[in-house]
């Protein structure tokens, strides 16, 4: 695995957007706060052209975007980069990235999730390069920073952490439903703006109790494994195409083992097993020691099947130990998780621990 240099203080921080952008005001202010945080903890930040901008749902064209990328990737002084948001059409800039020259370049620590699955899964399966599966920029805004915040700037700078289940979750509340909109241009006085600065800065709503479960009723599980994962709904997208080189991957780290962490952000449970099951056909989960799944975030519910009975009908005969209901991914918070690092797992009585191995 080609770990990249570690983040020290002073470094330089890199912003793209190489999925949706960041247009909304109340977005943008988020942003500046998160950035003004990072500066007050002792980086640097430069932005690229895009981030602030979006039009149907792509903050600039496939090639621009993979442009912009690639000017952070070349740039010596950036150490780490934190992707704006996620999105559906990251896609678009892939074969605009000429893979033979990134081999050239130094490795990154990136950090990204949800449609940031497409550059995290495939630098690790293409390029043996980690990165971290964890929030994107603008929930640094947070004062102070949560957890898995700072453990994911841990890792960056090259510290082995274990991550222990949190106690509480946010409780799924659907935003594809309109909500009415409120901005800053609505507040009619300084003190209100203040307290929309404040509500922009707070923590997650934690309401919901957080408990792993063990999909196959074991008292206690643990493994360990070389990771590989991210969003099931942008992992399926590569299954057989030119990118797809998850054989390769396994077959390289088969002494280490595999771990996959999988999450949804929104599928139909017919749609999570027939996705499953292709993986499972093509060979993917060869030489795994464990799955790790996170919370889903929008599972319809068809013939009365939820997501853990899914992956237990289509999984289930797997002679491997499967977590459900994991600290991973769009339902905060969520676990840094190293995209190519050797990751150790524990589950039991409904409490969970990963320790993050970079080697």
């Given at each position: ?31 500046e ?5 990072l ?11 895009s ?15 993979a442009?912009?990328?690639?000017e952070?990737?070349e ?7 934190i ?19 990134i ?13 940031i ?13 980690p990165?971290?599966?964890c929030e ?19 890792i960056?700078?090259?510290e082995?952490i ?7 979750h946010?409780e ?6 309109e909500?009415?909109?409120e901005?800053?241009?609505?507040q009619?006085s300084i ?26 009723g ?5 493994f360990r ?5 991210g ?7 590569f ?8 054989k390769?991957?396994?077959?390289t ?9 999988l999450?949804?952000?929104e599928m ?10 292709q ?15 996170g919370?889903?975030?929008f ?24 977590i459900c209901d ?22 039991q ?5 990963v ?5």
């Amino acid at each position: 695995m080609n770990y990249p240099e570690n983040l020290k203080k002073g470094d330089t921080i890199g912003i793209c957007a190489p999925s949706g952008g960041i247009s909304e005001e109340d977005a943008i202010k988020k942003l500046e706060l998160a950035e003004k945080q990072l500066q007050e903890m002792g980086y640097k930040i430069i932005e690229t052209e895009s981030v602030r901008k979006e039009e149907r749902g792509r903050s600039a064209s496939g090639k621009q975007r993979a442009k912009e990328f690639m000017e952070l990737l070349e740039n010596d002084d950036v150490k780490l980069i934190i992707f704006a948001q996620g999105g559906d059409f990251l896609v678009e800039m892939i074969p605009y990235l000429d893979f033979e020259k990134i081999k050239t370049l130094k490795p990154k620590w990136m950090q990204g999730y949800s449609d940031i699955t497409s550059i995290n899964y495939l630098w690790n399966m293409m390029l043996e390069r980690p990165s971290i599966y964890c929030e994107n920029i603008k929930d640094y805004a947070m004062r102070p920073l949560f957890r898995n915040l700072t453990d994911a700037l841990k890792i960056a700078s090259g510290e082995e952490i274990e991550q222990t289940s949190f106690e509480k979750h946010e409780e799924i509340v659907d935003f594809r439903i309109e909500q009415p909109e409120e901005t800053l241009e609505n507040q009619e006085s300084i003190e209100e703006v203040e307290d929309k600065i404040e509500e922009l800065e707070k923590e997650y709503n934690l309401t919901q109790e957080t408990k792993w479960i063990n999909l196959k009723g074991e008292e206690k599980i643990e493994f360990r494994g070389r990771a590989i994962g991210g969003c099931l709904d942008c992992i399926k997208v590569f299954i057989g195409t030119k990118y797809d080189k998850v054989k390769n991957y396994i077959e390289t780290y088969k002494e280490d083992g595999i771990v996959w962490f999988l999450e949804v952000f929104e599928m139909s449970s017919p749609t999570v097993l027939l996705t499953l099951w292709q993986m499972k056909e093509a060979g993917y989960f060869k030489n795994c020691n464990g799955i790790i799944f996170g919370r889903p975030l929008f599972i319809r519910n068809d013939y009365d099947t939820d997501f853990n009975q899914t992956v237990k009908d289509v999984l289930g005969d797997l002679n491997i130990p499967i977590i459900c209901d994991a600290d991973v991914g769009h339902v905060s918070p969520q676990f840094a998780m190293v995209n190519g690092a050797i990751l150790e797992v524990t589950s039991q009585e409904g409490k969970g621990k990963v320790k993050t191995i970079l080697k």
